[in-house]
C-alpha cells in the first residue's frame, strides 16, 4: 500500500477517480490507536486507499463524512473487525 496520507476534511479529495467510493470509519485501529479514523475505499474492488482523516471524536468524523456528501451509514457485519464503527456510502 502507498504512504498513508492524512487530509484534513474528506472534502479536500477527489472521489472522480473511485467507481464506488467508501469510507469506512474505525474507533482505535492499531496504528491510530489514540483516535478514530476515517479511510476512503474503493468499494468496486474492495480494496482500501491510503487516504485517511484522523479525529478524537466519532461526532467529528461523521460531521465530516456528512460534509463531504456521504448520507447512508451502514452498521458493522457480524464477523467483521472489532475496529470498525460504521461504513458510509
Known sequence: MQQEKIVESM???D???????????????????DAYVARV???ARSLP????????????????IKAAGFTIRIAP?????PVIVETWI
Not at 457485519?77 to 473487525?81: P, V
Request: charged share 40%; net charge positive; hydrophobic share 35%.
Open 77 to 81: 457485519k457480524a464477523g467483521e473487525d
Open 11 to 13: 472534502r479536500q479529495v
Open 49 to 64: 486507499t491510503n487516504i485517511i482523516i484522523k479525529r478524537e471524536k466519532l461526532q467529528e468524523i461523521r460531521k465530516d
Open 15 to 33: 472521489f472522480s477517480d473511485l467507481r464506488f467510493p467508501l469510507i469506512v470509519v474505525y474507533k482505535n485501529p492499531k496504528d491510530y490507536p
Open 41 to 43: 475505499w474503493e468499494g
